[in-house]
T-cell receptor, first 114, second 116 residues
């Protein structure tokens, strides 16, 4: 079974702090994604990566950056956390073989910025 | 641009009854995939069912089936014999391929309550 893990389930940070959210998958998937989930807005794509050291902006990249130094790990960085970044963050991965059809999700990190 | 719309923020169903969740989408692509994902409370999002756009036959997975109307751009999920464990947020999602990049778009979700 594919396993996608995220470093924290719950995180509380202060405004202006630098925040790292980590995601690890164990199935050698090429593609990895970061979404934020907000009530009434569904899932919105922040960034995705289709290979090591490769990244593409999603729909809402402002205020975020990412890092993918190893295939299994995809990090989301909030350079200077703000209260409007309080949200649920979901990581997902997908294999390229077969057309990257299905995504596998992590459990999510609920981030609160105070 | 592609869009996915779920017009029902919340639905309720009696245990053992049938419920249908609605989803409409918009795209100019001819080759794409549609999905229903389930997110139980405080648990991981999992795939419920998927439909390839080129297949006319509606997908079925046990108690879950879809009504895929390609011309109408409609993709509804039917849950038969509803169980308490079906209570969750359900997301309709689209996967296309544009300009050399896979594109995933999610709807805003429908919260399903199952009444005992």
């Amino acid at each position: 079974d594919v396993k996608v893990t995220q470093s924290s389930r719950y995180l509380v940070k202060r405004t202006g702090e630098k925040v790292f959210l980590e995601c690890v998958q164990d199935m050698d998937h090429e593609n990895m994604f970061w979404y934020r989930q907000d009530p009434g807005l569904g899932l919105r794509l922040i960034y995705f990566s289709y290979d090591v050291k490769m990244k593409e902006k999603g729909d809402i990249p402002e205020g975020y950056s990412v890092s993918r130094e190893k295939k299994e790990r995809f990090s989301l960085i909030l350079e200077s956390a703000s209260t409007n970044q309080t949200s649920m963050y979901l990581c997902a991965s997908s294999p390229t073989s077969g057309g990257a059809i299905r995504q596998y999700f992590g459990p999510g990190t609920r981030l609160t910025v105070t | 641009a592609q869009t996915v719309t779920q017009s029902q923020p919340e639905m309720s169903v009696q245990e053992a009854e049938t419920v249908t969740l609605s989803c409409t989408y918009d795209t100019s692509e001819s080759d794409y995939y549609l999905f229903w994902y389930k997110q139980p409370p405080s648990r991981q999002m999992i795939l419920v069912i998927r439909q390839e756009a080129y297949k006319q036959q509606n997908a079925t997975e046990n108690r879950f089936s879809v009504n895929f109307q390609k011309a109408a751009k409609s993709f509804s999920l039917k849950i038969s014999d509803s169980q308490l464990g079906d209570a969750a947020m359900y997301f309709c999602a689209y996967r296309g391929y544009t300009s050399g990049t896979y594109k995933y778009i999610f709807g805003t979700g429908t919260r399903l309550k199952v009444l005992a």
